[in-house]
């Protein structure tokens, strides 16, 4: 977290509750599997296992695992279901981002419920926004991502003159069940495509 999908369509929609939802399981399975390996081996030779970078992400998942296991403790004695939304949103949470406006995107078109559901969960729907560069952090992973914001200019959308940078460490492109050739429309000869045109030409050797 926070995590960033790209997409208009229902499997960015998909992609993005899935993120929200595992994230908790995930690091609660981390912190479980990390206690056992301790118990095991000691935590000396289990950290030793790791890179810098690694052990960051690491502390990362084991400080988020226990706050899952705090909400399900609150959540018992109360009687209630655990409720992770708020902590989820509160390490970065998850993102769609959309070039154009939430109302035109396939996903909508397709089956708004499913929008509307996706919203209910907590992730954020982001419009009108380009992304033009993934800006890494000092291990060359990412950080963050530079986005135009579009606006709509005689019936098409336009960049405005900004941008905007969004923080990000884990960036999904959700391209769909349809191959996507939107760059080479927009920048002609810069790939091959298929004799029909429809897709990229694929690579023999």
Known sequence: MPAIVIGGGLTAIDTATELFAYYPVQVEKVLDRYEQ??????EAAVLQCFT???????????????AVRAERARASAAGEQPNFVNLVRSWGGVSIV????????PAYRLNHEEIIKCLEEGI????????VEA????YGAIQGVR????????GKFAPSGRDLTLPCRSLLVAAGTTPNITYEKEHP?????????KFFQSHRL
Request: charge should be negative; glycine fraction near 8%; include cysteine.
């Open 124 to 131: 954020t729907f982001a419009e009108c926004l380009d992304p």
């Open 37 to 42: 390996l301790v118990q095991e081996t000691g």
């Open 135 to 138: 800006l890494p952090d000092d």
């Open 147 to 154: 986005f135009l914001v579009l606006h709509k200019r005689g």
């Open 98 to 105: 959309y070039r154009t406006r939430m109302v035109v995107s």
């Open 52 to 66: 810098q970078r690694e052990r960051s992400i690491l502390d990362e998942f084991i400080a988020h695992g226990k």
């Open 189 to 197: 000869g810069s790939f091959q495509k298929d004799p029909q045109g």
